[in-house]
């Protein structure tokens, strides 16, 4: 081999060859990180897209009913559980800037949240004081022999009061602050008791954190309640969906496009509520929130759509008074006016004619009867899951972020 064979294989020249398979290596697995995240972030915006395609293929009788309002929740809690993973996969990029201040942000939004849950849940006892008085016209008027005046006037004085409480002004109707209960009085005050360990378990932090340890302390005292009589649905909303904007470009390229994430989730999450006050009556109920998003993005196109179905229906003349826009709140009404109209109808003793048209009106009562009594409670056991797992969420989140999570 000639001389100058050798001379590039000197010990620089083989040092800096090792020093380019190295650099080679890391950028292979760089490569690979970021094709593994690519794929992450690909797979939770397709599933979005999936699963608000599904919520928005049902026809408009079944929109904001019990079941596809159960099925909006699961599709939050799933989203959400997803999202976490994400999050933990790759924490080291989560603690870097910009992203750390988009999470928090997050999960600051999400702790608004909370409010909604609470007074959707006073929504469900105030829909079951009205499945009360349909059961007793239910009661008065089926399975009797002959139905004769006094039950005829037991059914029209529970329909007046039926009548009287849905027509009620929503702030007053909805706000049942005074029965002060916790998502978590159920189970002797638990579930309270866990929030509030929370609250005061890490009395260990910094003073530079008070002023942030005082604020969250001040969310949740009031948050593990009822909302207070003043409390609004609609500035709740406002305060949710304030500066929920799609990422930025150079915000995309410092977080490897996990902005993008907190961003769909940020949007999910400002969705759901909206939707649970459009159907549920609440204090103060209001639908004007913006949605910016880009319909360039594959899971607004169904996201956009159910958004304009549900204020298109707000706007329909009989349901722009409503007390809410669930579907099973309309039969409600339905009934109480077909009935009523019935009920100031008849005279006794009951045509045969008459007697069979009460009596397939009570079985139109017995079938919506049957459905809140089959759709409420699912319904306001998934609330309660959805304030729990961001109660938890939040947490988990916090402590990652090494921020102070007292505030759960």
């Not at 079944?62 to 997803?82: A, H, R, T």
């Not at 909303?237 to 496009?257: H, V």
């Not at 229906?313 to 019935?342: H, P, T, Y």
């Amino acid at each position: 081999m000639p001389a100058t064979d050798y001379q590039g294989s000197s010990p620089s020249s083989l040092t800096n060859f090792g020093r380019s398979i190295l650099s080679f290596r890391r950028e292979q697995v760089h490569s690979m990180e970021g094709s593994t995240l690519e794929i992450e972030l690909d797979s939770f915006q397709q599933h979005v897209t999936d699963r608000f395609l599904d919520l928005s293929s049902v026809v408009q009788d079944e929109l904001l009913s019990l079941k596809w309002v159960g099925k909006l929740l699961d599709c939050f809690l799933i989203c959400q559980e997803e999202f976490k993973a994400i999050l933990h996969t790759h924490k080291a990029q989560v603690l870097k800037s910009p992203l750390d201040r988009m999470v928090s942000d997050y999960f600051e939004r999400s702790v608004k949240a909370l409010d909604v849950c609470n007074a959707i849940r006073d929504g469900v006892e105030q829909i079951r004081l009205w499945q009360k008085l349909l059961e007793i016209v239910l009661y008065a008027l089926d399975h009797q022999r002959s139905v004769g005046e006094g039950q005829f006037r037991r059914a029209k004085k529970a329909l007046i009061d039926l009548s009287i409480s849905m027509l009620e002004d929503n702030k007053e109707s909805a706000s049942i602050a005074h029965r002060n209960r916790s998502f978590g009085r159920s189970n002797g005050g638990r579930d309270k008791d866990h929030i509030h360990h929370h609250s005061h378990g890490n009395s260990h932090t910094s003073h530079g954190n008070n002023s942030y340890q005082h604020r969250s302390l001040g969310h949740f005292r009031s948050l593990s309640w009822s909302v207070s009589r003043n409390w609004s649905a609609a500035r709740q909303l406002q305060a949710i969906g304030s500066n929920i904007n799609p990422p930025k470009a150079n915000d995309l390229m410092a977080t490897n496009g996990l902005a993008m994430s907190v961003y769909i989730m940020n949007s999910i999450l400002l969705f759901v509520m909206w939707s649970l006050v459009a159907a549920i009556p609440c204090q103060d109920r209001g639908l004007q929130v913006h949605f910016t998003i880009p319909r360039s993005y594959t899971w607004s196109i169904p996201f956009l759509s159910l958004h304009e179905r549900i204020m298109e229906e707000s706007k329909k003349r009989d349901r722009k008074n409503a007390c809410g826009l669930l579907r099973e709140i309309q039969q409600i009404e339905k009934c109480v006016r077909v009935m009523s109209e019935l009920a100031d109808s008849v005279h006794f003793p009951l045509s045969e004619e008459k007697e069979g048209e009460v009596k397939q009106r009570v079985q139109e009562v017995s079938h919506v009867c049957d459905a809140l009594k089959d759709g409420l409670d699912p319904l306001e056991r998934q609330v309660r899951e959805v304030f729990h797992r961001i109660v938890r969420s939040r947490t988990e989140g916090l402590d990652s972020l090494g921020r102070p999570n007292n505030a759960e």
